[in-house]
């Protein structure tokens, strides 16, 4: 049984740049949710795709955007990186309409922005 | 106010010894709570969802407060490798809400 993947590993990028992150759910799950985790901080949550659109949104700006395929893969968009957004990218994956929502996480992306 | 508060310890114990952690939530709607554990620089694992009737899982056991916002922790004959961060996690009041997290609880436990 699959779980979440994420990639890459790691990522460094200067300020301005843009970044793609993509994570792979789950098999069998249909909701992905991105969460970004600075050092010391516990995860907090970007936002949630289901059927390939935005359910919910966190306090992050527009520079972050996301997307989900039909086949439940997502990415991690974001523009105009900051130096603030070095960090830990966590993707988390569920089920919609199971028993339990359960989010069961991916090993994350590691961002830094020189 | 953040919405999910821990103490971020450490917790230092020693091997065999008991050590116990809340943390408090104050979004009086919350449904459903969980603790997660996260081991350096890996990301969040499940431990245990918690129910309002209080919950055990071999060594260790939660339970749900709500009437004073607590959700609380209890490790049992602690061991080496339950050394890790261990964040509150609190699901927000509609079916498919985000989860919310505390900054997280260090243990270490020693030899």
């Known amino acids: 049984d699959a779980g979440v993947t994420q990639s890459p590993t790691h990522l460094i990028k200067t300020r301005g740049q843009q970044v793609t992150l993509r994570c792979s759910p789950k098999s069998g799950h249909d909701t992905v949710s991105w969460y970004q985790q600075a050092l010391g901080q516990g995860p907090q949550f970007i936002f949630q795709?289901?059927?390939?659109?935005?359910?919910q949104r966190g306090n992050f700006p527009d520079r972050f955007s996301g997307h989900q395929f039909p086949n439940y893969s997502s990415e991690l968009n974001v523009n105009a990186l900051l130096l603030g957004d070095s960090a830990l990218y966590l993707c988390?994956?569920?089920?919609?309409?199971?028993?339990?929502?359960?989010?069961?996480f991916g090993p994350g992306t590691r961002l830094t922005v020189l | 106010r953040k919405e999910v508060e821990q103490d971020p310890g450490p917790f230092n114990v020693p091997e065999g010894a008991t050590v116990a952690f809340n943390c408090t939530y104050s979004?009086?709607?919350?449904?459903?709570f969980f603790w997660y554990r996260q081991d350096c620089r890996k990301e969040p694992k499940l431990l245990m969802s918690?129910?309002?009737s209080g919950n055990e899982d071999g060594r260790f056991t939660a339970q749900l407060n709500r009437a004073s916002q607590y959700i609380s922790l209890l490790i049992r004959d602690s061991k080496l490798s339950d050394s890790a961060t261990y964040l509150c996690?609190?699901?927000?009041?509609?079916?498919?809400?985000?989860?919310?997290f505390g900054a997280g609880t260090q243990v270490v436990v020693t030899p």
């Open positions: 795709y289901y059927e390939e659109e935005e359910r």
């Open positions: 996690v609190v699901k927000g009041d509609n079916s498919w809400g985000k989860l919310q």
């Open positions: 979004n009086s709607a919350s449904q459903s």
């Open positions: 918690v129910y309002s």
């Open positions: 988390a994956s569920s089920l919609a309409s199971g028993v339990s929502d359960t989010q069961y």
